[in-house]
């Protein structure tokens, strides 16, 4: 099988690197590029290790396409989402636009009214962890954020085994890169160098969706506490989180559970150290580590923030969309060490 | 008046940069440097930057000296510590030994029993906040570890104020000098860079330092749960603590609260955005944040590691002692940006 | 004696930092922060560390002001710098604008014709090292560029002692304050983090001010290959010069030059080891260091960019210039190690 | 075909990238990973990112194996190595015992007799854009140094061809990975981050390399200037070469003939801009730039000191040596952007 493959929004790091992993990819044909600027240029003129000689386009024709993976920001392609899957394709969407279940949480923390709430109820919350019954049958596929991503499999084992009580503090470190490619301040080397930040401190915009996947995972609502994070790294992200534990449930009971959650997963992984986002870089793996300190159960979880956080879990939730190996595509090395 | 000042333990990083500001400080006369190697050479041979041309000695010779800063490991220099104090020359300490007051929390945490308990009973944590007091009349001045510096002044407002239940969550990260100079896998810049790990997570060394001091803001017992992060930088500490609010407690309220207990602190400022700890390498400054989510208080507080955590504090710790303005040889700009 | 001063253009890296460093100078009272943005602001908004309250006006106001420090980028400034020699106040140019004593290589390099060729002839280059007395005459300092200054402290002596040949190459190594503060893809984070890379290799603009200066220091024309990379780091300037060693010269006379050239000197000083730039990093240092290798003379000199290359070197013309002593103001530890 | 392989030394950076490559290559059998310590335990438990489980032996059993990669220190393995090759095994050396004809200049610059000068006349310098023949026939392929693959795949075309004077500075800038995975204060994170520095400044060990490599290309004796500084990053390795050009020679002459050496070379690519080091991480990539200014011809090469200057060139060497795709595990996309 050879699927057809567009990439919307081919020049930020997400959509980039995504695109450089379906062309490696031996069960993709990687057949259009699409991008705002520099329409004409080959992908790899932008991107040189893409290596990917496709020029950008400035539309997507979705004619004869399998999938598009859309890497445009929240609330920009809705629209084209919805016509993308009436025609047929498979959509796996990098934005936010449809990870809520709730339209009016997607009003609350993006300050719009929700662009395309009729594709709300068959959207698939796209974490192949949790969900892959449901991404096998989905027409879209709403990818998680890189913080939710870590947050999310770092502490839904506990909660579902019910170990710990349903209030969790999420304090998440990620590298610049997961600010995307745009100049601003707030990623120019000189002002994130040597400096580590806390911010959105009253309430990120990934607060809701980790409060509603943990929430399922729980089997009822889950209080969360989530702070981001900057760390002077261009990849990885740290979930850190913390969760009082039920009486009587101690350290190997915790590490239990997560042996019997993770058991067979290709790239959810336990480790018996806590896990260095260094080690995840240019991979899709999401080492975990639980450990228990003064009645709080202490969870980590570390990923690529532009691999299993995004572009990497792209490739994988399209591996179990169309039912083929976990790790095709996916069984690069990496920097190491 | 000019004091005269001795630094022992002068070629790591803590006692060299503590050299360095000493040598430079108005009212004091740096007399001794003393190392257990490169005896014989310049401090300035070592570690151009400090420019003190006084040798290395061997030992510490206490007649006529007014003060001794010991940047000795934990349980190297206890003994000695006592001897000093003995011969009537005011030590600062800036190891674990005498932080504790509990020589069976020294014990456990130390693996050893204390070296020298007598002298507990009246060694002052120097955390000049907190204490200053205490430290005017002290003899020995057992300076807090950096993490603890920041744990403590992030957190003890809330406590005293009673705005938070009495149990916090740390969560902080540090950069890399404060695992000191000696080389090894752990600090090899390969292994560090570009990559963030949690570590000591079922329990670090400072943290009955936290709850010692944390409890004595509250009033009562408060469990602390402390994980120590390592970030790819040299400098810098945040600490970002969570406690549950009281009930009826807003933010305003906890701002305020804030405030009011640093009011007049020339080094613990609260900003009205959190803190990056770039902002603070180089200099003694504490800048501290505070917001309220989802029912906790979300409270941050940035340093250097090597500055407040450890040198400056000292420095400021003697100017305490010793009646001299607060900030005198703590003017420094820093390497702004 | 205390010179009241003014900072125009003092919201980017180099004024700020030279707004922070005249606050703290004993004998200056910062009387004026002027920018083109956040005007009413005070300056310790934008840039917390330094700490000086002053509102950021819109233009400065000469009455009564020593000296003005612009640190505008080229060609902006040039009309008021004019205006303000006229009125009488001494101004340290920071930028490009009246470091070329020939108009046309200006515009051959600016693009530009010169905004006030009658200034250029009074203009000084303001380098301290070799221009010490022109300085204490001049109403208009141009202060050197930060590679120059690098490249030229590292190359004169040996072609002012007749050792080398008069052609060098220089291969400059320099963090990414270098770039301002305005973001752009070449200042991104991501971009330049873990990468090093050569620019404008056929070219810099700061090439002819090197050569105006190393054949002033040669007394002949001294042909120059200048070649910038951007290193990953904030701060921090390393200049290589290759020179080819004329015959009968070694090491030792190589050496001898240099320590002969650099006696006395408060800032510019020879290592017996190869200079980290790290070392330099919050100081007015220059370390420099002479080897001999293949027939060529390797010479090194390593500065902070925003200090000895910007801001503390026009603190120090400004001692020059007014008769203070030389390291006023100047005695920064800096953020050891 | 599938080609047995066994890596010595697996535990270093280089053994064990090497290692993770060829236990993923589709033509490679990895049979055997041997380290000095370690013993016992699988690969992956010390390197979790290689995923290989083989335990980790003491010695190699050479025994069916068609090749081993050697990752040993110089001086270290010699001895295996030559009872190896009479083995009948390949080997692939990564160290410096094989590289120089000259077992006098090993001498000079190693402080040793050369432990196996027997090999030396059959040994090939495994270079393939150069050596790609010698290679195909080789017993013993010794791979090059970092810095000798990017000097030399910098400066060899314009010397082939004639364009520049045989004489050439190189000027190298290597990430920290490069001195190995032994901690060292050369290594430390707080030593060399934030910080540049030239060492080795009166002739490094890869010096007769570049020379023997460069004088074979020239046809005639080529002096060498070359002086290699630290970088604060990871990994990747920057050449800048400067050569004085022929009378007559230009800009577009010098790059017509790089067009013409590169053409056809699946990792050796002239680029249109200046390379980037980070451009190259986790690929086999070798992106070389030409320019012309001062009379010079300025050349520079980018790598991944770890991929193309060792273990990725390794599995080059090894693809040609047996006749497979010269690409053959090594399209890995690397941690883009």
New interface residues.
Partial sequence: MTLRIAVVGATG?AG??CA??LA?HPAVALTQVVARSQVGQPLAAV????AVPLPLTATVDPTGLDAIVSALPHGVGAADVAAWVAAGVVVLDLSADFRLRDPAAYQRWYGAPHPAPALLAEAVYALPELHAEAIRRARLLALPGCYPTAAILAAAPALAAGLVEPGV?V?A?S???GRG?S???G?????????????A???HRHLPEIEQELAAAAGEPV?????P?L??????L?A?A?ARLRPGVD?AALRAAYATALAGQPFWRL?DR??????T???NHC?V?T??????A?L?A?I?N?GKGTATQAVQALNVRFGLAPDLGL???????
Avoid: C, I
């Avoid at 080397?189 to 580590?196: G, K, P, T």
């Avoid at 806590?274 to 080690?279: E, I, K, N, Q, V």
């Fill in positions: 790091y980039a690197y450089g992993l490696r991107h040189p290790r893409t503090v304090d470190k590298g610049v890169s490619r100049p601003s301040l990623t120019h080397f000189v002002e994130v160098n040597e400096s580590v930040q806390a911010y401190v009253e309430g209080a969360v506490t989530f702070v994070h760390v002077p790294m261009s990849r990885g740290l850190t913390y350290a480790l806590p896990p260095a986002t260094g080690w870089v240019g991979t080492w580590h450990a228990v300190q003064g009645g709080h202490v980590s570390a690529d532009l069984r690069d090395l990496g920097p190491m060490p």
